[in-house]
């Protein structure tokens, strides 16, 4: 028996951007899950092909090959790149009916002045130019579609960093702000529409996100989660969040009834209550 969010995704095809691994990844086999029987097509993109193709063969293997993939290697924050991604898809892949722009990243905790330029470029290309960019190259897609002047998701990955600034992370806390406002503001244009804008803002996750915060430095990325909250003077150790437990917020988003739009929301561990908290090292 298949589900009632499985029907709502019978015969769609999903793109997702940054989907090589973390949020992006869990999002991929998530849909592929949850329709693995319905005609359900995915369009993903990355940096790292390899790392798609394998993802592409596992679900491919999972459902049987009855959830069609499609891999694309692309750097978001290479505009011209982005401009000629819609153009190469193939016939069956280029009817997008839900775009997930997941692709991010976060570079250094050096607080101003000593803030590379180099890292205030990536983030910005990558996090809003490239977010923006993918935003319009799929847009016209879903105004063509529907007789109430458009059909369509879009769903757009933010942060908690992008509702609370912390020391060490401006520049990334101002592109997950820039985020939040341009999907609160593409809401309101095209309120007279199908189009959804939806808005899913995590906290903390482990994923490779540190590492590359870190510039590749494992250790210190797995610091990030080696600490404990004190709660009622007991020490209870951090578990952040798995990818897999903000995929499933996606999925879920994007199989509401059409006329139902879950604009905003934040997903948060159960240790986490703010964008930074008072912890101390486990012993």
Known sequence: MTSIAGRRLE?????????????????????????????????????????????AADISKETEGNVKVHVVQLDVSDSTAVRGFVAALPVEF?????LINNAGLVRGVAKAPEIAELDIEIMFQTNVTGLINMTQAILPIFQARGSQGGEGDIINIGSIAGREPYVGGSIYCATK?????????????????????????????????????????????????????????????????????????????????QNVVIADTLILPSHQGAATIMHRKSQ
Request: a positive charge.
């Open 177 to 257: 702000a820039a985020v939040r406002t341009f999907t609160e503001s593409l809401r309101k244009e095209l309120i007279a529409t199908r189009i959804r804008v939806i808005g899913i803002d995590p906290g903390q996750v482990e994923t490779e996100f540190s590492v590359v915060r870190f510039y590749g430095d494992k250790s210190k990325a797995d610091a990030v989660y080696a600490y404990a909250l004190p709660i009622s003077s007991l020490i209870l150790g951090c578990e952040p969040l798995k990818p897999e437990d903000v995929a499933e917020v996606i999925v879920f988003a994007a199989t509401r009834r």
């Open 11 to 55: 015969g769609k095809t999903v793109l997702i951007t940054g989907a090589s691994s973390g949020i992006g990844r869990s999002t991929a086999f998530e849909f592929a899950r949850t329709a693995p029987n319905s005609g359900l097509k995915l369009v993903l993109t990355a940096r790292r092909i390899d790392a798609l193709r394998q993802i």
């Open 94 to 98: 280029s009817d997008i009916h839900i």
